[in-house]
Structure formats: C-alpha cells, structure tokens
T-cell receptor, first 115, second 114 residues
Framework: AQSVAQPEDQVNVAEGNPLTVKCTYS??????LFWYVQYPNRGLQFLLK??????LVKGSYGFEAEFNKSQTSFHLKKPSALVSDSALYFC?????????????FGRGTSLIVHP | DAGVIQSPRHEVTEMGQEVTLRCKPI?????LFWYRQTMMRGLELLIY????????DSGMPEDRFSAKMPNASFSTLKIQPSEPRDSAVYFC????????????FGSGTQLSVL
C-alpha cells in the first residue's frame, strides 16, 4: 500500500521569506514522488518529481524538494516566496516496485504568501 | 497541444437530473483518469482507463456514476440521477504509459446539484 500525508492544511509566509510545505510518504518499496500546484479555478499542474539520484530536485517557478529516505519525507521548498506562489500544493507518491501504477495524492496544503 | 480539455466548465442542475461531463485527453496519452475534488474529501480518484479500457473503477461512489471511453480522444462521466452531495469539481487527467510520468489535468468541471 502507498500513502502520503501533508500535515499542514495551511502554511502562511511573508513575501521574500523562505517557504516549506511538508510531505511524508509510505510505500512498500522505493518511491516516485511528485509535487503539483493548483491555482484557483484551475487543474493541478506538475511542479517536480523525484525518481532516483540526487536527493535535491529542482522544478518549476524556483521550487525545489528534498528527498529524505530515512525520514520518508519529500518537503517542498523555495528560498524566497512570492505572493503569486499562493495556491494549493499537492504531494503524490507511487511505489516503484509495481502494483498500482496510480499515484496517491495528499489532501493538499494551502500556501498563503502575504505581501 | 491544447492540453486536456473538459466541458462544460460549470454545470448547475437540479436533483434527479442526468449530468454528463466530457473530457478530451492529450493526443497520444494512453491513460485517462477521472478525479473528484471536495473540501471534505480532497482529491479522489474515481476511475481510470488504459488504452480506452476501464482498469479500476473502485473509486466510483455508487451505481449512479458511470464512465466510458469510446475512443482514445474522448471520455464521459455520467451521473444519473444526480444528488446535491455530488456537488464538487470533477477533473480529468491523462498521461503516457507506465513509469514516473506526470499527469496532465484539465481545468475541471464545477458541478452544482440543487
């Protein structure tokens, strides 16, 4: 079985400050990990993914995520937040070892960046 | 490419009426997914297709829901009869074959059942 948890429903940060959106996962084998962003009245958009290799993954719009196998985490980060980053962020996981091809999504974290 | 196209963007209907949501996936993608998003339940996978064949419909809430994919470029999600608790945003997504492929989502259909 695979699952993902986003422990924070909402994250508030001031513009210009660093941001972190947390994600932890559970899989039987090794994971593929994804972050998606959803802007108001839009579908989810892919931000970045971890497949293998370097634990720090860089993605769109200046976002990056750090894979930590020992902590089973894949937190999303950005060094300097923008007001336009305000959106709903989803973490997703898929087990590499087979089983279901389908990724499991977290419940989402609302990021609010204050001017 | 225009991306995944869903129609209508908004649908308001009365309880008991039939509702049909439509999706055109990205050309060449062989997986198609239907999701439902609500505040209470978050993002739920309803059903997915591979090469037009339904693979897993365990997420379909009840028999009132049905989905079809008659060809590689079109899918429908039908609710008959609709109920107020079906009010949600319904997303269609598509992707390439197996592997760590990302999903491409449509803009969704906002359904309101009165």
């Amino acid at each position: 079985a695979q699952s993902v948890a986003q422990p924070e429903d909402q994250v508030n940060v001031a513009e210009g400050n660093p941001l972190t959106v947390k994600c932890t996962y559970s899989v039987s084998g090794n994971p593929y990990l994804f972050w998606y962003v959803q802007y108001p009245n839009r579908g989810l958009q892919f931000l970045l993914k971890y497949i293998t290799g370097d634990n720090l993954v860089k993605g769109s719009y200046g976002f990056e995520a750090e894979f930590n196998k020992s902590q089973t985490s894949f937190h999303l980060k950005k060094p300097s937040a923008l007001v336009s980053d305000s959106a709903l962020y989803f973490c997703a996981v898929r087990d590499k070892s087979g089983g279901s091809y389908i990724p499991t999504f977290g419940r989402g974290t609302s990021l609010i960046v204050h001017p | 490419d225009a991306g995944v196209i869903q129609s209508p963007r908004h649908e308001v209907t009365e309880m008991g009426q039939e509702v049909t949501l439509r999706c055109k996936p990205i050309s060449g993608h062989d997986y198609l997914f239907w999701y439902r998003q609500t505040m209470m339940r978050g993002l739920e996978l309803l059903i997915y297709f591979n090469n037009n064949v339904p693979i897993d419909d365990s997420g379909m809430p009840e028999d009132r829901f049905s989905a079809k994919m008659p060809n590689a470029s079109f899918s429908t999600l039908k609710i008959q009869p609709s109920e107020p608790r079906d009010s949600a945003v319904y997303f269609c997504a598509s992707s390439f074959a197996r592997g760590p492929e990302k999903l491409f989502f449509g803009s969704g259909t906002q359904l309101s059942v009165l």
